[in-house]
């Protein structure tokens, strides 16, 4: 468009996108596209990032003697879904020449199996939960725990409102020694267990503040998400294949403990934890992390982004409104 007349009238050849990259090499770049649900894409606009900042900023003000929530009080947790056969590498290989494909023999029993992650905004994280699909508990499961993880089971391998109560209960005890009676706050997504009226209950009476992220906004506000399971995941995925190379065993739930824990203490650093936090603006809080290439995907669908003049004052004010 901005090329008017000079673009050509018909249309490009089959080699301009090529030259043209070529041409501003120095200011365009190849990425890999990222998929982005809609609901995503056009939940992070202004008006809720806005909106978010000032509930954060509200609660993080309820600390102790008029001072804010302090960062060991401030704690994050989301789950997250492994598979016990999981061994999804693509490592490189070297063979012989003209043979395309490469196998690297591999488990395939997946059984889903969820984790609890709890991370703190001074650095530290609390022992993982792990639960695993079945109707019972079995001794079997019992086993060599690095993390000294939690463990528990459900119907289908999710948490649901019992285990929530259970977890939020073992929380507390986790870290009401170094909240030494403050305010504590913990970062929720929308997951129906952290709603249920006996953890809610509970939340209360402990002075633990349970602060809900807005619905589909995760990948923009929420630590966990933006920073630390892609690192747990990648040392996960390195653990399973070196357990089933050199001890020659499929990973299941009864060595699952063994093997996640080694890549649970492996990811889970000060440093990457404090990062988490600092990038999702949480402690130390700063608005100003939010960029305005990260609100992007949102413009086309404001309302101020389709009206084609500037309409006049009570049409603007009611449109800021909508």
């Given at each position: 468009?901005?090329?008017?007349?000079?673009?050509?009238?018909?249309?490009?050849?089959?080699?301009?996108?090529?030259?043209?990259?070529t041409k501003y090499l120095d200011r365009l770049s190849m990425y890999t596209v990222q998929p982005l649900?809609?609901?995503?894409?056009?939940?992070?606009?202004?008006?809720?990032?806005?909106?978010?900042?000032?509930?954060?900023?509200?609660?993080?003000?309820?600390?102790?003697?008029?001072?804010?929530?302090?960062?060991?009080?401030?704690?994050?947790?989301?789950?997250?879904?492994?598979?016990?056969?999981?061994?999804?590498?693509?490592?490189?290989?070297?063979?012989?020449?003209?043979?395309?494909?490469?196998?690297?023999?591999?488990?395939?029993?997946?059984?889903?199996?969820?984790?609890?992650?709890?991370?703190?905004?001074?650095?530290?994280?609390?022992?993982?939960?792990?639960?695993?699909?079945?109707?019972?508990?079995?001794?079997?499961?019992?086993?060599?725990?690095?993390?000294?993880?939690?463990?528990?089971?459900?119907?289908?391998?999710?948490?649901?409102?019992?285990?929530?109560?259970?977890?939020?209960?073992?929380?507390?005890?986790?870290?009401?020694?170094?909240?030494?009676?403050?305010?504590?706050?913990?970062?929720?997504?929308?997951?129906?267990?952290?709603?249920?009226?006996?953890?809610?209950?509970?939340?209360?009476?402990?002075?633990?503040?349970?602060?809900?992220?807005?619905?589909?906004?995760?990948?923009?506000?929420?630590?966990?998400?933006?920073?630390?399971?892609?690192?747990?995941?990648?040392?996960?995925?390195?653990?399973?294949?070196?357990?089933?190379?050199?001890?020659?065993?499929?990973?299941?739930?009864?060595?699952?403990?063994?093997?996640?824990?080694?890549?649970?203490?492996?990811?889970?650093?000060?440093?990457?934890?404090?990062?988490?936090?600092?990038?999702?603006?949480?402690?130390?809080?700063?608005?100003?992390?939010?960029?305005?290439?990260?609100?992007?995907?949102?413009?086309?669908?404001?309302?101020?982004?389709?009206?084609?003049?500037?309409?006049?004052?009570?049409?603007?004010?009611?449109?800021?409104?909508?």
């Open positions: 468009a901005r090329l008017g007349h000079k673009f050509p009238p018909h249309r490009v050849g089959t080699n301009w996108t090529h030259c043209f990259v649900d809609t609901t995503r894409a056009c939940g992070v606009n202004p008006t809720t990032n806005s909106a978010w900042f000032e509930l954060l900023r509200k609660v993080l003000k309820k600390g102790d003697s008029g001072k804010l929530i302090a960062p060991e009080c401030c704690w994050g947790v989301d789950e997250s879904g492994f598979q016990s056969g999981l061994g999804d590498t693509q490592e490189k290989a070297i063979g012989r020449k003209g043979k395309k494909i490469q196998y690297q023999q591999q488990d395939g029993d997946r059984e889903n199996i969820t984790i609890i992650v709890t991370i703190g905004a001074d650095g530290l994280s609390t022992p993982p939960a792990v639960i695993f699909k079945g109707k019972g508990y079995q001794t079997k499961w019992k086993q060599d725990n690095p993390s000294n993880a939690l463990l528990g089971y459900s119907k289908k391998g999710w948490t649901n409102g019992k285990i929530g109560q259970l977890w939020i209960q073992q929380f507390n005890k986790f870290t009401r020694e170094k909240a030494n009676g403050r305010t504590q706050v913990l970062f929720v997504d929308g997951y129906n267990s952290h709603y249920t009226q006996g953890f809610l209950k509970y939340a209360r009476i402990h002075n633990i503040h349970i602060l809900c992220y807005l619905s589909h906004l995760t990948q923009i506000y929420q630590g966990l998400d933006v920073m630390v399971f892609s690192v747990l995941k990648r040392f996960w995925i390195e653990e399973c294949d070196w357990w089933e190379r050199e001890e020659g065993e499929k990973v299941s739930k009864q060595n699952f403990l063994a093997v996640y824990g080694h890549a649970h203490i492996c990811a889970l650093t000060p440093t990457l934890i404090k990062m988490a936090f600092q990038k999702t603006e949480v402690w130390p809080y700063d608005p100003s992390v939010v960029s305005t290439e990260m609100l992007a995907p949102s413009i086309e669908t404001l309302c101020k982004g389709i009206l084609p003049l500037v309409p006049s004052t009570p049409i603007r004010i009611i449109g800021k409104l909508m």
